[in-house]
């Protein structure tokens, strides 16, 4: 036996449960990791809010966490039982003590990383990856938006771009948050509470706008964030925390300069074991030389029983960077 956290009806923070459950062998080409420390993210809320609908329920929660391999099925080539791993593109369920995943999607874990480093980097590193490396390639000295800069995301993005020699600007909703970003890297910030987006990157950009914005705001950011793209500029759109964008008229891409927009995800991005071998090597780099630094504050590190109050002080943005539950807390 075992324990998780899940959920058998969508709503709010309180309709996750920590529940006895018996995990199931691991598959052929699966391994089970005991987990050590499990990462949370603002997508866990869109399946437990039924924003994302988790294939039945009652459900587990969670992609995320990093452990030792316990069980490995009889096609696993490339981890053995005692390996260090971290994973990030699992089924739901990694809100669990033990939980089975795909070989292909599990990255051996250096030693010089800390099972909470590897939890509370991985499925936002990754995103800060094939971000600011594919979907639009940042180079030395560019400018560029990122939202929520002071976010489990945006910190990570914000080192990255530092680590790059980039120009970052960053919208907070605090003036601490906006230190914090500053500190982690961000060139600017600014203040969407009190200040207007796209005047204000008007302004630090001496009226040039820029050339890409990364909005995982949604809907409460999306003409804001139109409206600081260059002529045929990208935006990148990668979540909803404010809700989803809908009834987009695609004429104003055309009045505001011919612009783009993408809809990405790490699913579409790193679909195989190269792929995840190749970014989890550029992201462990940057962290074991200390470019990119994601230690958690204790206030953020839950018990794996207290799930429920880990999302309310997610959603309720009283965290900065990244929160993890730990089993055994």
């Not at 990694?94 to 499925?123: G, M, T």
């Not at 995301?153 to 680590?163: D, E, F, K, N, Y």
């Not at 987009?248 to 790490?266: A, D, E, F, M």
Request: aromatic share 8%; glycine share 10%; with cysteine.
């Amino acid at each position: 036996m075992a324990k998780r956290i899940q959920f058998s009806a969508h709503g709010g923070p309180g309709v996750l449960e920590y529940v006895d459950f018996t995990p199931r062998d691991p598959s052929l080409n699966e391994v089970q990791v005991e987990n050590r420390a499990i990462g949370i993210n603002y997508i866990d809320t869109y399946f437990r809010s039924g924003l994302y609908s988790p294939p039945s329920l009652p459900s587990g929660l969670g992609t995320e966490a990093a452990g030792v391999v316990s069980k490995v099925g009889a096609n696993v080539k490339h981890v053995k039982v005692g390996d260090r791993v971290v994973y990030a593109q699992s089924a739901l369920g990694a809100y669990s003590e033990r939980h089975n995943v795909p070989e292909e999607k599990v990255a051996l874990l250096p030693d010089d990383i800390s099972f909470e480093q590897a939890a509370a980097s991985f499925l936002k590193g990754l995103t800060v990856y094939y971000l600011l490396r594919q979907t639009y390639e940042i180079k030395p000295g560019e400018t560029f938006l990122f939202h929520a800069a002071a976010g489990g995301v945006g910190l990570i993005a914000c080192q990255w771009a530092r680590a790059l020699g980039a120009k970052l600007i960053g919208t907070v909703g605090t003036a601490g948050k906006a230190e914090i970003a500053r500190q982690a890297g961000a060139w600017a910030t600014i203040n969407y509470r009190t200040e207007d987006i796209a005047q204000r990157v008007l302004e630090l950009t001496h009226e040039e706008k820029v050339s890409v914005v990364y909005d995982s705001v949604g809907k409460d950011t999306w003409e804001a964030s139109l409206n600081c793209l260059k002529r045929r500029g990208l935006m990148v759109s990668f979540g909803n925390a404010s809700g989803p964008v809908t009834g987009v008229n695609l004429g104003i891409l055309n009045q505001k300069g011919s612009l783009y927009v993408t809809r990405p995800s790490l699913f579409s991005y790193i679909t195989n074991r190269q792929e995840l071998e190749h970014a989890s090597k550029e992201l462990f780099a940057l962290i074991a030389s200390g470019a990119i630094n994601v230690d958690v504050p204790d206030s953020q590190k839950f018990a794996l029983e207290d799930a429920q109050a880990a999302h309310q002080a997610l959603e309720s943005r009283q965290t900065h960077g990244s929160s993890l539950l730990i089993p055994g807390l």
